[in-house]
T-cell receptor, first 114, second 116 residues
Framework: ETGVTQSPTHLIKTRGQQVTLRCSSQ?????VSWYQQALGQGPQFIFQ???????GRGNFPPRFSGLQFPNYSSELNVNALELDDSALYLC?????????????FGSGTRLTVV | GESVGLHLPTLSVQEGDNSIINCAYS??????FIWYKQESGKGPQFIID?????DKRQGQRVTVLLNKTVKHLSLQIAATQPGDSAVYFC???????????????FGTGTKLQVIP
């Protein structure tokens, strides 16, 4: 059973640019959630994808968008990057339909916006 | 509103002692609680969970206690080891909305430092 893998591990972008982060879900999971974790803070919920559609969103602007593919892998896209977007971006997969709501997290992508 | 918070930002314990990490939550609709451990440079790792119809659950060296009356959650680590040094987050899950949506809300974390 493979875990959740994210790529790239580190990324440096310039303000105003666009970025795409990728995530491969744990085998057997059908839901992907993305979180932003600023330094010294807990992860903040961005959105969740289930059956290839966004079915929940936290307090993030529309320039944060995503995709979920038939194989349950996912992308997080951020347009018009701002300095405050610098953070660790975490992908977590889970299986909706079981009695266990626990997530499996990847190791994250460290994004630095300069 | 929804919030999950922790009483102590940093906890230092002697190796071999027991550790207790506390957490307060405010959403009475939350039905599932999880403790995560996050080591430097890694994503959060599941430790133990508990449902709202329980008040105690034990794992290997860890115990989670839930007091719904005062909306309080704690994680107890027995015989703390250097490898337990990490940031610990409690998280709460509000029951899924229609369409299977689930949202897990994290607190800000407690850093556990184990003194050899």
């Amino acid at each position: 059973e493979t875990g959740v893998t994210q790529s790239p591990t580190h990324l440096i972008k310039t303000r105003g640019q666009q970025v795409t982060l990728r995530c491969s879900s744990q085998s057997g999971h059908n839901t992907v959630s993305w979180y932003q974790q600023a330094l010294g803070q807990g992860p903040q919920f961005i959105f969740q994808y289930y059956r290839e559609e966004e079915n929940g969103r936290g307090n993030f602007p529309p320039r944060f968008s995503g995709l979920q593919f038939p194989n349950y892998s996912s992308e997080l896209n951020v347009n018009a990057l701002e300095l405050d977007d610098s953070a660790l971006y975490l992908c977590a997969s889970s299986f909706i339909g079981s009695s266990n709501y626990g997530y499996t997290f990847g190791s994250g992508t460290r994004l630095t916006v300069v | 509103g929804e919030s999950v918070g922790l009483h102590l930002p940093t906890l230092s314990v002697q190796e071999g002692d027991n550790s207790i990490i506390n957490c307060a939550y405010s959403n009475s609709a939350s039905d599932y609680f999880i403790w995560y451990k996050q080591e430097s440079g890694k994503g959060p790792q599941f430790i133990i969970d508990i449902r709202s119809n329980m008040d105690k659950r034990q794992g290997q060296r860890v115990t989670v206690l839930l007091n719904k009356t005062v909306k309080h959650l704690s994680l107890q680590i027995a015989a703390t080891q250097p490898g337990d040094s990490a940031v610990y987050f409690c998280a709460e899950n509000i029951p899924p909305y229609s369409g299977g949506y689930q949202k897990v809300t994290f607190g800000t974390g407690t850093k556990l430092q184990v003194i050899p």
